[in-house]
C-alpha cells in the first residue's frame, strides 16, 4: 500500500511504469452461470487482482456485439453487451477497481464497426454515392459487371478483404471493405463524422471515470483512398507490412487522429493514457506513435516476437528502450495477450523461430515441452518486471497457462478458424477461461461448465491449488510484483553487465541487478544478495532458463 501512496504524487504519468494485467472478459470470471465471463465476474475477483499487486487492469471490449470476433465487432460503443451485464455494473466495476486503487483501462475498436452496427446498416439500406456509404469503403466491383472484388487486398483473417452487397431492388451491387471478418466493415476516418463521433465516445467512458484506452488496431485507420492494389498475397495476422508507405498499414495521415484524441485525454484531471495496438515493421515505426502530442504507450510486439535466446533478448531490449527514449516514451513490456499464442508454449517449441501466432493448425503443437515452456516463462516474468517501462501481464500468464492445442473443432469460435476452414486453429487455445479452484464444472470460473473445455490437468495450475504451494507461478508473480514497486519501479536507466553470451544481465538504479541464463550451462552470478528467483538456486550460480534478482549493493 505505501508503494502506491507514494505513487499518487506521480498520478499523471502512473503508467510509465504501470504494470497492467489484461482481462479477457468472456474467460476472466463468470458470475451469472452462462458459461461466459462478465462483469460481476470481474467484480468478485478485484480483490485477487489488488493482492497480486498489479496496477491497473485493461478490459478487452465489452460492447454490444454479435461476437462475430469475440467483441471486436462493436455494434454500439457507448453501451455494455447484456452476456457482460450493464451500464450500472460497469459503473460499479469502475468504481470498487478504484477504491481498491486499481486503474481501469478499456478497449476502443476504431478502425471496423460491427456489421450490425446502426452506421452500417444505414450504409446497406442507403443508394451507392450516400453520406451513409462514406462512412465505410463502399466501391463498385471491376470486371464487366462489377463481379471483381475492387483490389487485391486480402483480410487479416484469410480470404477476401471485400464482400460484394445486395442493393434495395435486389441487384447484386458494391463491395465493401474489411480487412478482419465480413461483420467487421472498415470505417473511412477521412469521414469527418467517423472522426467527431470517437472523440465523443472517448468523453463518454473518461466521464465514467476509466482511466484510459487501448487502441485496437491502431495502425489501420488510415488508408490510401485511392485503393491501389497491393501486388503481393499479404496474409497473415501477424505478419508487418514491409512497404515504406503500405496502402492500409501504418500511413502517417494516422498520426493527426490521434493529435485529437490526446488533446481530450489531456483535457481531464488526472489525464487519461492511451496504449496502441500497432503491428508495424520496426521500433522506430513505433515510436512514431508515442511522439509528443499523440498516444502514450505502445505494445511491445518485438519483445513478444523475439525468440528465448540472449542476443535476440538484449538487442530487442537495447533498441526498444532506445528508440522509445528518442520520443520521451516508457517502453512497454509484453509475453502474450489473447492474439498470440502464450508464451509458455512459445518458450516450449523445439524451434525458437518467431511462431507468436502459431495458427498453423498443423505446426509443431505435440512437440511443445510445457515443462520447459513453463520454466522459461518463470525466468521471462522476472525479466520482464525488471525492465524500464511498463508491463503487460495477460490473465493465466500469473498461472503459467498454456495455449490449449487440442480444443474441439466444434468449440472452436475465432473467425481465422472459420475463415480458414480450419487450416489455421486460431486464437481460442489461448482464450481457455481461467481455473480458479481445483474442482467444479469449470474449475471455479462460474457455477457451469464454460464456453470452452478447460484441459482436466488445469485442476493443478488453478489459483485454488497455486495459493497453497510456495513455488508454484502465481507465488513468483506476487512475490516478483511486490518487489516492482519497491526495486524496479521508477529505478532510472539499464545499464548492462556482461556475463558471458548466454546471459542477459543488467543493473539498475538502486544497487539491484537481474541476470538471466539462456545457456546450457550454469552461469557463475556476481557478488550480491538473492532477492527473488525464478528457481532455487545452489551456490552462487544460476541454471539454465532461470533469472535471478539481486542487490549488488547494501540498500
Ligand atoms: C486486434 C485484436 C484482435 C481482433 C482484431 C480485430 O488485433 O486484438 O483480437 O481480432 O484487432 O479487431
Known sequence: MEGRLE?????????????????????????????????????????????????AIW????????????????????????????????????????????????????????????????????????PQRGRYFFR?????????????????????????VTEADGSPGE???????DDQPDLDWSDAGVRAEFLSVLR????????GFRVDVAHGLAKDRTLPDLGVDE?????????????????DEIFEIYRGWRAVADSYDPPRMFCAEAWVSSPERLSAYVRPGLLHTAFNFAFVRAPWQAPALREVITTSLRTHACVGAPTTWVLSNHDVSRHVSRYGRPDQRDQTAATDARSTAGRIDVGLGRRRARAAALLMLALPGGAYVYQGDELGLEEVVDLPPEARQDPVWVRSGGRERGRDGNRVPLPWARTGPSYGFGPAAAWLPQPPHWAALS?????????????????????????????????????????????????????VNLGAAPLPLPAGEVLLSSTPLEEAT??????????TRPA
Open 204 to 211: 463518454f467512458w473518461f466521464d465514467r471515470g476509466i482511466d
Open 59 to 130: 478490459v478487452n471490449p465489452w460492447y454490444p456485439s454479435p461476437m462475430a470476433d469475440g467483441g471486436y465487432d462493436v455494434a454500439d460503443y457507448r453501451g455494455v453487451e447484456p452476456v457482460f451485464g450493464d451500464l450500472d455494473q460497469a459503473q460499479a466495476l469502475i468504481d470498487e477497481a478504484a477504491a481498491l486503487g486499481l486503474r481501469v483501462v478499456l478497449d476502443i475498436v476504431p478502425n471496423h464497426t460491427s456489421a450490425a452496427h446502426p452506421w452500417f446498416q444505414a450504409a446497406l439500406a442507403a443508394a451507392p454515392g450516400s
Open 463 to 515: 489459483v485454488e491449488a497455486q495459493e497453497s504451494d510456495p513455488g508454484s507461478m502465481l507465488r513468483l508473480y506476487r512475490e516478483a510484483l511486490r518487489l516492482h514497486r519497491e526495486l524496479w519501479a521508477g529505478a532510472g536507466e539499464l545499464r548492462w553487465l556482461d556475463l558471458g553470451p548466454d546471459a542477459v544481465a543488467f543493473a539498475r538504479g538502486r544497487g539491484v541487478a537481474c541476470v
Open 175 to 181: 463491395w465493401y471493405l474489411h480487412l478482419f471478418d
Open 542 to 551: 544460476l541454471p539454465s532458463d532461470a533469472a535471478v534478482w539481486l542487490r
Open 7 to 55: 505513487r499518487e504524487a506521480g498520478t499523471e504519468s502512473w503508467w510509465r511504469d504501470a504494470v497492467i494485467y489484461q482481462v479477457y472478459i468472456r474467460s476472466f470470471a463468470d458470475g451469472d452461470g452462462d458459461g461466459i465471463g462478465d462483469i460481476a465476474g470481474i467484480r468478485s475477483r478485484l480483490p485477487y487482482l489488488a493482492a497480486l499487486g498489479v496496477d
Open 235 to 251: 496474409e497473415g495476422l501477424l505478419r508487418a507490412p514491409d512497404r515504406s508507405s503500405h496502402p492500409h498499414w501504418d500511413r
Open 140 to 164: 463498385p466491383g471491376r470486371g464487366h459487371a462489377g463481379e471483381l472484388p475492387p483490389n487485391d487486398w486480402r483480410s487479416v483473417f484469410g480470404g477476401m478483404a471485400w464482400t460484394r
